[in-house]
Structure formats: C-alpha cells, structure tokens
C-alpha cells in the first residue's frame, strides 16, 4: 500500500492506494502522525483507492481518529469501497468514523 498526501481548503487528505493491512498500517500512521506533528488536525482519509482493510487497518484509522483529536482536531474518512463499509458497518466502527460517499464533502464543515 503506498499513502499519497495532499492538501485541500484546511484539511490533509492521505489516499491509500492498494490494501490496508497489517504490513500496512505503520505507514498510515507514522503519515498521520506526520501531519499532526507538522500542526495538522485536519485530516480525511481516501479510501477510495482502498480495496481491502483488516483488523490492523482499523486500528490505524481509530489510532488516527485519537490522534487527531488530542491536537484538538478530527479525522474523517472518504469515499470507502463496498468491502471497506462492510467491515466499518459490521465491527460499528462506521459510527464514529462516519464515511463520507465524497472527498469534497469530507473536507468541509470541520
């Protein structure tokens, strides 16, 4: 899985291409770690590029959603793949990390 970061209005938004595992799950959060230490507390994650995530994965995204909101910001995922939502729907994790169906979306309204 590679991350790509990029900024939109006041948000960083990581894109990870490929699947979100266990390999890698460091590198979403060491990116995510990057951006707060950099001053972020904006942050969506693209899951648009996503086609798998597993236990690990989630535990990135929720390390990331604590993260965040210790520098007094959030973390918002985006535009997740079918198998992605089922596993936030079936674990009720799609309850505190609400996807978004677009990235404009995600990005607006903090």
Do not use: Y
């Amino acid at each position: 899985m590679q991350v790509h970061s990029s900024t939109v209005q006041d948000a960083t938004v990581l894109r990870c291409d490929g699947r979100l595992t266990m390999v890698a799950a460091p590198a979403l959060k060491s990116a995510i770690d990057e951006v707060v230490e950099s001053g972020g507390t904006h942050v969506v994650i693209d899951l648009s590029e996503t086609s798998f995530v597993d236990s690990s994965g989630l535990g990135a995204l929720v390390a990331g959603l604590k993260r965040t909101r210790q520098a007094g910001g959030d973390l918002r995922i985006a535009e997740p793949q079918e198998q992605v939502r089922m596993v936030l729907a079936l674990t009720n994790l799609d309850r505190i990390l609400q996807p978004f169906d677009r990235l404009e979306d995600a990005v607006h309204g903090w």
